[in-house]
């Protein structure tokens, strides 16, 4: 991958009135590589993506797309596309005149547009569907028909406004992998916008978690995932369990945590920050860190045992879903509810509700935050 930047956004700054959609947001994204903006709805995201397509334009700040500014510059003189989640296909005309259509508002000779859209066809992976009626796609090939459409003109950015957010889950599944390869093949930079954290784990290089208008945390799946720096993209990324509490000692780079709902857990800061004794803080563990095993001790409460935080209790649910079964268990003491992944090894395969279970994980599992929400309740009490 080349070192060349398509894409900058500097110091960018999106007001409506006294509220800011977006709010000093940096990023550079280097030239042909999948990046996503993830985020929940009302984070500011779709705002970002309006001002890279030149829809609105910035309060304050630049938008770079291969080293010229974009201030002031209108949607079709830019070199970007958009896809959008409705597809917006013209149903009048068929898909070769679909895909053709803005190459006919270029001008182009009638013999390249031709083999224009006869190669971008071959590159969807869809090379007999030109003479197709729209309404004879399914949802799949609807999608890539947008996608050849925008890729035929050859823009420098390809922008993607939660393009699978209409498709049924198992379409959705194989299109993101579908997706990721057809960026892969066609080398052009694509700028993906979604809610769904599981698609921008599964597509991206890189991927912007954005929350109030910020962004978080930018990083590889993988860093965002296992080294996550915020409370609230360790919340947002992946599944997790959350307990709140009050460091009561340090030992090290481990905290000792009193829980607000009983017991304690040890755990190590999540980030570059010092954790001090009376900070209130927020730690988190992947259900997958836990282990699990049978348990017929009447122990429970979140404690420390041999090094490991250990906590007894019931299964109140099961979740059944193949390799992904998850169990619900309950302690008893304080009522918090734990998620853990079961083991793919059949052992509990004959797990039941009801059963008590015996968790632990490693201390250096358990990531701690500062809390804010709590910094604010301290000042105002």
Known sequence: MSNQLDLECRQLVKSFGKFTAVDNVSLEIPKGSFFSILGPSGCGKTTLLRMLAGFIEPTAGDIVIKEQSMLGVPPNKRPVNMVFQHLALFPMMNVAENIAYGLKRRKLPQAEIDKKVADVLERVSLPDAGPKDVTQLSGGQRQRIAIARSLVLEPAVLLLDEPLGALDLKL????KVELKQLQHEVGTTFVYITHDQSEALVMSDNVAVMNEGRFEQVGSPQDLYYNPQTAFVAGFVGDTNRWS?????????????????????AGISG?????NVGDRVELFVRPEAITIERDSSAQTGAHLEDGQNTLSGIVENLLFDGANSRAQVRDQQTGHQVTVSLPQTGAFSDLKSGEQLRLSWGVDKARAYISQAGVGKEQAA
């Open 271 to 275: 980030n570059d920050r010092t954790l």
């Open 172 to 175: 959705r599944e194989h299109m």
């Open 245 to 265: 509490g009050r460091v009561d000692s340090l030992d090290g780079g481990q905290a000792l945590v009193l829980l607000d709902d009983g017991g304690v857990i």
